[in-house]
Nanobody, 121 residues
Framework: QVQVVESGGGLVQPGGSLRLSCAAS????????TAWYRQAPGKQRELVAS???????QYEDSLKGRFTISRDNAKKTVYLQMNSLKPEDTAVYLC???????????????WGQGTQVTVSS
């Protein structure tokens, strides 16, 4: 059993910053991949940033330079630092861990519940 819990969303003014956290817990054997997605009302879910277990990072092109993904392996936590936020960044942000559990050893995706980020004056 794996639990994924996000935190850190909220209301921020344009130009402000937020740091999202996402922690995985439970019967984890290995974490292969982590990613942040977002979904705005009426839009498709889009990949914001991802990080492999080896540390390779990818960003959605338009977000490079403003968003930074990082992780704390000991805490099984991934972070998304968001700077210079714009109203168009308003969305529900979801994290995804690709995890093999001690029960199955087969990697599968575990999602958080989502955290709302609203950028507005």
């Amino acid at each position: 059993q794996v639990q994924v819990v996000e935190s850190g969303g909220g209301l921020v003014q344009p130009g402000g910053s937020l740091r999202l956290s996402c922690a995985a817990s439970g019967s984890i054997f290995n974490i292969y991949f982590t990613a942040w997605y977002r979904q705005a009302p009426g839009k498709q879910r889009e990949l914001v940033a991802s990080m492999t277990s080896g540390g390779s990072i990818q960003y959605e092109d338009s977000l490079k330079g403003r968003f930074t993904i990082s992780r704390d392996n000991a805490k099984k936590t991934v972070y998304l630092q968001m700077n210079s936020l714009k109203p168009e960044d308003t969305a529900v942000y979801l994290c995804d861990f690709r995890i093999a559990t001690t029960a199955s050893y087969i990697p599968q995706d575990y999602w958080g519940q989502g955290t709302q980020v609203t950028v507005s004056s």
